[in-house]
C-alpha cells in the first residue's frame, strides 16, 4: 500500500468572513503544523499561534490551531484545524504555504468524509445523513438528517445484518459438518424462524408510505389549471415575491417554475405550470407536456380557475391526477358581483377535498387558503421524522432483502440447504451494501466462534 497524501482546505464558507477554518488530514498533518507555526499543540486543546510562510518566515496571521491525533478524530488520520482570519489574502497565504509542503495536497470534493467512511469512522447512511444535514433547509428536514447522520438507518442494519450472519451460519454449518456426530440435527429449522422474524420487521419499516423520503425531498404542490386563470399570480403571492411572469394574454407560463418555500417548518416545493388548453403551438404543447406530467407527481394539486369567465366554474379538474388529491381553487372573485356563481356540490367537485374562492390579485380570502397546504404538509409529513428511510437507495436494498429472505424461506424443503445458505448470504449482502461494509470474513468469524472448531 502505497502511503496517503495528506489533504488540505478551506472546511468554512465563501470569504471574506470573520473566521476561516482550514483542515489539514493525513500522515503529515503535524509536521504540517510544525512548519506552519512550529509545534504541535497538545490534543484537543487550542492553542493560540502565528501563522508563518515556511519558505520566507513570515507571519501571514495568528491563528487558533487544534490537533486531533488519529484515529479518534473526524476522519481516523491526525488531523490538524486552524481558525484564522477569514480573508482572501490570509486563506490564499496559508493555503500556498501548505501546497508548498511535501506529500500535501488540496483536498477533493469530499473527500475528508470519504477518508472518515474509509477508515470506518462513518458508514454510508451516516455519510448520507451528513450530507442530508448539510443540505436541510427546514427543522423538519434537520432532525431527520441528524438522525440518519447518528445511525438511524446504519445500525438499525448493521444490527439486521448481525443477525442474519448467525442465521447464516447455522446453515452453514448443517451443510459443512452434516457428518459430524455431535452437531444437533435441526439447525435450519431456528436460522429459517429468525430470517422470517428479520422479514417482518424490515417490510414494517418499509411500509411507511415513503414519508422519510418526501420530508428529504420536499413536497411537491403544483398550481394547475386553464390558462390566464391566474395561476401565476397566486404563486407569486403564497411565495411572496415575483417568481413568475404575470400577464393578460393566455398561454404565458411555458416552462415549469419552481419555488421553495418553508411552511411551518416542512419543506414544500410549489410549482406553477403552463395553462392547460387546445392549442397547437408547439412550444405551448410542450409547456402543457411538461404541466401535465409534474402535476400527475405531484402530492397535491392546487385546480385554478377563473370563476368569472363564462362557464369558469365547470372548468373543474381532468380526472388524469389518479390518487393525487385536488383542491379547486376558485380565483378572480373580485370580478363578480354576487360571489362564486358556482353550485358547490356539482359534479365536478366532488372530487376536490377543499373548494376555496379567492382572488390572487386582491388577496381576498388568500389568508384562507394560506394556512392550508402547511396543514397539508403538517399532516403528511409529522410522522416522517420517525421514517428510518430517508432514501429510494435504502429502500432499494431493503426491498431486495425482503425478496431473498422470502426466497430462503421458500427454499425450506430438505436438501436445499445450499439454496437457503445463498439467499440469507444474499440479504447480508444487501444489508452490507446498504451500509456500506460488505464483508465476508465475519461470516467465517461467526462459525469459528460458535462452532470450536478447532478441537
Ligand atoms: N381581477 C383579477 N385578475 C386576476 C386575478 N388573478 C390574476 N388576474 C389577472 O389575470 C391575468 C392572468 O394571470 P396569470 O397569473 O398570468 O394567469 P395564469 O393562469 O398564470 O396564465 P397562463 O400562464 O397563461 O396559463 C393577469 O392579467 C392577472 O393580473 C384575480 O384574482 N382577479
Ligand atoms: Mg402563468
Known amino acids: ?37 512550529g509545534r504541535v499543540p497538545e490534543p484537543r486543546k487550542a492553542a493560540l499561534a502565528r501563522v508563518r510562510d515556511p519558505a520566507s518566515g513570515e507571519v501571514i496571521d495568528e491563528a487558533l490551531a487544534l490537533w486531533f491525533p488519529g484515529p479518534h478524530s473526524e476522519t481516523g488520520e491526525d488531523v490538524a484545524e486552524l481558525q484564522l482570519h477569514g480573508g482572501h489574502a490570509v486563506i490564499a497565504g496559508v493555503l500556498e504555504a501548505l501546497a508548498g509542503i511535501e506529500e500535501c495536497r488540496p483536498a477533493e470534493a469530499g473527500e475528508f468524509t470519504r477518508r472518515a467512511f474509509e477508515n470506518g469512522r462513518l458508514d454510508l447512511t451516516a455519510v448520507e445523513g451528513l450530507a442530508d444535514l448539510i443540505a436541510a433547509e427546514t ?6 438528517a441528524f438522525r440518519q447522520l447518528k445511525g438511524l438507518i446504519g445500525d438499525r442494519a448493521e444490527a439486521w445484518r448481525q443477525r ?17 456426530a455431535d452437531l444437533p440435527e435441526d439447525l435450519v429449522g431456528p436460522a429459517l424462524h429468525a430470517a422470517q422474524q428479520l422479514r417482518e420487521e424490515i417490510a414494517g419499516v418499509l411500509a411507511d408510505g415513503h414519508r422519510g423520503e418526501r420530508l428529504r425531498d420536499g413536497l411537491v404542490v403544483a398550481i394547475a389549471g386553464p390558462p390566464n386563470a391566474g395561476k401565476s399570480t397566486l404563486l407569486n403571492r403564497l411565495a411572496r415575491r415575483d417568481a413568475a411572469i404575470v400577464s393578460p394574454h393566455a398561454g404565458t407560463t411555458r416552462d415549469v417554475i419552481e419555488v421553495h418555500l418553508n411552511l411551518a417548518g416542512y419543506p414544500v416545493t410549489l410549482l406553477d405550470t403552463a395553462g392547460i388548453r387546445d392549442s397547437d403551438e408547439p412550444v405551448e404543447q410542450e409547456g402543457m407536456r411538461r404541466a401535465q406530467a409534474r ?49 358547490p356540490t356539482g359534479s ?36 416522517a421524522e420517525s421514517a428510518v428511510i430517508t432514501r429510494a437507495r435504502h429502500r432499494h436494498a431493503l426491498e431486495q432483502t425482503v425478496a431473498a429472505l422470502d ?16 439467499e440469507l448470504r444474499a440479504a447480508a449482502t444487501m444489508l452490507g451494501r446498504l451500509t456500506g461494509r460488505v464483508d465476508v470474513e465475519d461470516i467465517l468469524d461467526v462459525i469459528f466462534r460458535d462452532f470450536c472448531i478447532g478441537k
Open 348 to 383: 365536478s367537485r366532488n372530487e376536490c377535498g377543499f373548494i376555496l374562492a379567492i382572488s390572487a390579485l386582491t388577496g381576498s380570502a388568500i389568508s384562507a387558503l394560506e394556512p392550508a397546504p402547511a396543514e397539508f404538509a403538517r399532516n403528511y409529513l409529522g410522522a
Open 407 to 422: 426466497r430462503a424461506s421458500s427454499s425450506i424443503s430438505a436438501g436445499h440447504e445450499e439454496l437457503i445458505a445463498e
Open 164 to 180: 442474519l450472519i448467525e442465521a447464516l451460519a447455522l446453515v452453514e454449518a448443517r451443510i459443512d459438518f452434516s457428518d459430524e
Open 1 to 37: 500500500m502505497t502511503a496517503r497524501s495528506t489533504i488540505f482546505a478551506l472546511s468554512s464558507g465563501r470569504p471574506p468572513a470573520a473566521i476561516a477554518v482550514v483542515r489539514i488530514s493525513g500522515p503529515r498533518a503535524g509536521g504540517a503544523l510544525e512548519k506552519l507555526i
Open 139 to 144: 427543522p423538519a428536514q434537520r432532525r431527520l
Open 295 to 343: 402535476a400527475a407527481t405531484a402530492d397535491l394539486v392546487l385546480w385554478v380557475i377563473d370563476a368569472s369567465a363564462a362557464g369558469g366554474a365547470a372548468n373543474g379538474p381532468p380526472e388524469d391526477f389518479g390518487s393525487t388529491p385536488i383542491w379547486l381553487i376558485e380565483n378572480k372573485i373580485d370580478l363578480m358581483s354576487g360571489g362564486p356563481a358556482s353550485d
